[in-house]
């Protein structure tokens, strides 16, 4: 079940946030994370404070979270979107995080599944969002699901970790 996030799933958010950084480190980085740097507790607090922080929840489990919300870093507007859409048209999709235990199980679908009717149902015109060139499974994911490379640039992801050839997609709202 995908619902909005309550103070109880905080922990869950960032046990998830931290499983994956050590994940990446063992397997490969497809993020650019780093514990204590971005993702971090307070980035997950922030997202629910504003009322955009969304988890999924698998016998009382958080298996995956999403921040959505309107907020476009400094970065997007360097981007040529493909839509001309105003900002307050655009829903952005935020740190997406599925538990590497519960990968591959179609949960990162589901969210952005989610994200997606819910761009339909606020009227919004496009949904954005930005990921890193080595993060393969989710670019992968994205352009299944209809959002297509708008363009790439340096970014600091969550404002604090440099990242060079930043990718940023966009799905327009059909």
């Known amino acids: ?15 998830s946030y931290i499983t994956l950084i050590l994940n990446d480190k063992k397997t490969g980085p497809y993020t650019v994370f780093e514990i204590g740097v971005y993702p971090t507790r307070a980035t997950a607090q922030k997202a629910l404070d504003e009322g955009a922080l969304y988890v999924l929840e698998q016998e009382e489990e958080i298996c995956a979270s999403i921040i959505m919300n309107q907020y476009q870093p400094d970065e997007y507007g360097k981007i040529a979107w493909p839509c001309a859409a105003k900002p307050e048209e655009v829903l952005v999709i935020h740190l997406l995080c599925v538990k590497p235990t519960k990968a591959r199980q179609g949960l990162g679908k589901q969210l952005v599944q ?31 699901m209809g959002f297509t490379i708008a363009g790439s640039t340096n970014m600091q992801v969550g404002g604090a970790i440099p990242h060079e050839g930043h990718l940023f997609l966009e799905y327009t709202v059909q």
């Open 1 to 15: 079940m995908i619902r909005q996030a309550e103070q109880r799933d905080i922990d869950g958010v960032e046990l």
């Open 114 to 144: 989610f994200a997606q009717e819910e761009a339909k149902r606020r009227g919004y015109k496009a949904v954005r969002l930005d990921t890193g060139k080595q993060n393969v499974p989710a670019v992968s994911l994205y352009q299944k």
